[in-house]
């Protein structure tokens, strides 16, 4: 903790509105692997489902992960947090985990809901 933040957080807590709570904020760092990789394993699994028999491709519920990683990346890009270098890795990643999905999507034989109807 930096002697700024020492300050801030001795004089947040003589404000005399006890109602008023201050907390830290959370890194959200981690969380972008946590949902790259839930998107991979759900990805992942098989597609035929062992009870029924019937073909079952994920895609989706992954899409919604890729989405998650996509928002996080952004939340950390426009925080200044990560650096160039950085930067291109998590396009990269993200870029990946859409074409996973884009993958998955056409294999399961899905149509898009505009041309279905």
């Known amino acids: 903790m930096t002697m700024a933040e020492r300050k801030l957080w001795q004089q947040l807590r003589q404000v005399a509105n006890t109602g008023t709570h201050f907390r830290r904020q959370a890194t959200i760092g981690p969380y972008f692997a946590d949902a790259e ?28 992960q890729c989405i998650k990683a996509s928002h996080l990346f952004n939340l950390l ?3 200044g947090v990560i650096s ?8 990269g ?3 990946a985990l859409a074409k996973m999905c884009a993958d998955a999507f056409v294999r399961a034989g899905a149509q898009p809901e505009a041309a279905a109807s």
Request: hydrophobic content about 40%.
């Open 93 to 95: 990643r993200v870029r």
């Open 37 to 64: 990789a839930e998107c991979a394993r759900i990805l992942a699994q098989p597609d035929l489902d062992p009870k029924t028999g019937r073909r079952i491709v994920m895609a989706l519920p992954a899409y919604d």
């Open 77 to 79: 890009d426009a925080r």
């Open 84 to 91: 160039v270098t950085e930067r291109q890795a998590y396009i």
